[in-house]
């Protein structure tokens, strides 16, 4: 969640600093600060504030500060209220200054011990103590920065993504990973440090990631990285800056500019991975085979719009494959007695592939006996894809929108691969493939015929603006599709919403139902709408206001009581991920009638690297 920026140059590194925090914004974050060495003083100094990263330019153009050493942050609270003592970065005395990703489960502890030996905490958070433990063992043991690094990390217990600086070491920044992504900027006569690239584009094109437990010193001309005790090489990687994909272009929103890129999204998912008539497991890597041979079983753990997907992906298992599945939301996962069946393959889905607590799966998982772990993923450097056995990613282009739209979908298109992959062995016949195939080649323009309802759901959305509460309604396959949209619903407009199987009235949720309940329901014309259709009318006898999302063929009229929405014909099988768009259009639209930060919704953040 939180952003990392650092730099080492020959010259002032403040810009750098402030444009690498303004493009890590998306990443949701409530105060941001720098601090940086200034070689003619030798002191370090330090700007904070609450708010966006525009409060700090605005007080670092008011009482300018410059130096050639120096790092940034933008903080998501974890421990402490959003203030700007609890602002990163933390200091010890006037010597060091620390920025830090992530959670120290056992600071208490430490900063009990840290008070007894004298030392005065001027924050609630758990960061600080990292600062004061490198001072104290700096000066106890007379070290340099990189080796008292080395030496405390064995104590912290969490996950962090730690970058510091030190008065008597100016032309240095020490770094040092542990469930917490870290990127080294390779320049000429400087280098930098960052937790996204994405935040070091204007200077470098030129990346090494570091791994897991890696603790690494920058300067001016040199890259030192150790794991534990030895020194170690990672390899440079070139990514070129695609600088549209961080502008909004002709969209108010970057939310609404991901919304419709989802044709080219979902086109450049399936590219390469579908033939005429099949789907190509290769793109699923050269240890994918075998690990398929073997499946018999699939458990899925994701978060949030993740999970959701997972749900939808239950189905298309269960239906194409002919295979059970789990899923579990990764937050429990790994706090529950797991029984692990033969034959099961683990997936994980993600967006950032830095999520905390997919990330943690994932490594309970590594020793519970699954045949593979495979990763749906939309970043081919993250901690996610390294460290499964196998991925297939999702090209959807960076999505700065904290309310996922294109990474959702085509994480649906690869899992809908993964589905009729796994079919493929479980007696899905080469005439079931080849339809599923052909209308897989159909979905991207299917997606940009759905969009053309834009105008509509925008209508229908002034229905929605004043309410305080709804319901979501789909049936079978629909209802994950159902929760998604409440999701997105509450996210962006503050709206509380929630999703239930249509099938479900009956046993409370009717209880809610009155003339000032919106009832929005997904309707595709599948062997489930007559039932839902008597789930409707239920509603609208108490007298619900009922917004219905279906299908030209449904046989809804448009007199009925309710507001419509037509959706094109679609085939049974990627009717959740084309029913997903008309929720996505809706809740971009109440958010803009409300007046919320669509990108930037409140208390959220894109990418959850903590517990």
């Known amino acids: ?265 979902i086109k450049n998912t399936l590219s390469g991975r579908i033939s005429e008539k099949h789907v190509l497991e290769e793109a699923f890597g050269i240890k994918a085979k075998a690990i398929f041979d073997k499946v018999t079983n699939v458990q899925i753990v994701a978060c949030g719009t993740s999970f959701h997907a997972g749900l939808i992906t239950k189905y298309w298992l269960e239906n194409i494959a002919k295979m059970p599945c789990q899923v579990d939301i990764a937050s429990d996962y790994r706090y529950r007695n797991i029984i692990v069946q033969p034959g099961s393959l683990f997936v994980t889905i993600s967006q950032s592939g830095e999520t905390a607590d997919t990330l943690a799966a994932l490594r309970y998982a590594s020793e519970s006996g699954y045949v593979g772990r495979l990763a749906i993923c939309n970043v081919a450097t993250s901690s996610l894809v390294r460290e499964s056995d196998f991925s297939l990613l999702t090209i959807a282009g960076r999505e700065i929108g904290v309310a996922s739209t294109k990474a959702f979908t085509t994480q649906l298109t690869a899992l809908l691969l993964l589905a009729l992959v796994l079919g493929r062995r479980n007696g899905m016949s080469n005439a079931d493939e080849e339809q599923y195939v052909k209308d897989l080649h159909r979905l991207p323009d299917l997606v940009n015929q759905v969009l053309k309802q834009d105008k509509a759901i925008q209508k229908l959305s002034i229905s929605l603006a004043d309410k305080h509460h709804a319901l979501f309604l789909g049936r079978g396959i629909q209802y994950p599709v159902a929760k998604e949209g409440a999701l997105k619903l509450k996210e962006i407009s503050y709206i509380h919403a929630e999703a239930y199987p249509a099938g479900e009235l009956k046993h409370g949720p009717l209880a809610l139902v009155d003339d000032k309940m919106p009832v929005i329901a997904v309707a595709p014309n599948d062997e489930l709408l007559g039932k839902l259709k008597g789930n409707l009318a239920e509603v609208s006898a108490r007298g619900g206001k009922l917004f219905v999302i279906a299908d030209e063929s449904a046989g809804f009229d448009d007199e009925g009581d309710y507001q419509l929405i037509r959706i094109p014909p679609v085939p049974d099988v990627l009717a959740p991920i084309l029913y997903t768009i008309p929720l996505q259009l809706l809740s971009y639209h109440v958010a803009i009638l409300k007046g919320t930060d669509v990108d930037h919704p409140r208390n959220l953040a894109k990418s959850v690297t903590v517990e």
Not at 28 to 36: C, E, F, I, K, N
Not at 151 to 166: E, Q, S, T
């Open 1 to 265: 969640m939180c952003g990392i920026v650092g730099a080492v140059a020959q010259r002032d590194v403040i810009g750098i600093l402030l444009e690498g925090l303004k493009r890590l914004e998306y990443r949701g974050y409530d105060s941001a600060g720098l601090a940086v060495i200034n070689q003619k003083t030798a002191h370090i100094n330090s700007v904070r504030a609450v708010g966006k990263v525009k409060e700090l330019v605005d007080k670092v153009a008011a009482d300018p500060v410059h130096g050639k050493t120096g790092i940034a942050h933008t903080r998501w609270a974890t421990h402490g209220v959003p203030s700007e003592r609890n602002a990163h970065p933390h200091m010890s005395g006037a010597d060091f200054a620390l920025v830090h990703n992530g959670i120290i489960e056992n600071h208490e502890e430490l900063r009990r011990n840290l008070i007894a030996d004298g030392y005065e905490f001027l924050s609630d958070t758990d960061t600080e103590v990292v600062v004061h433990m490198l001072h104290q063992e700096c000066t106890k043991n007379q070290l340099d920065t990189l080796a008292a690094v080395r030496n405390i990390v064995p104590r912290l217990h969490g996950a962090y993504g730690l970058c510091v600086i030190r008065r008597s070491e100016p032309e240095k920044i020490v770094v040092a990973r542990s469930g917490s992504p870290l990127v080294i900027g390779v320049g000429i006569g400087e280098n930098f440090i960052a937790s996204d690239p994405l935040a070091l584009g204007q200077v470098t094109d030129r990346f090494i990631y570091l791994e897991e437990g890696d603790v690494a010193e920058i300067s001016l001309d040199s890259i030192r990285i150790f794991s534990g005790d030895t020194a170690v090489e990672r390899q440079t990687t070139r990514i070129k800056s695609e600088i549209e994909e961080i502008e909004k272009g002709e969209y108010g929103h970057f939310m609404l500019k991901e919304i419709y890129e989802q044709a080219k999204a």
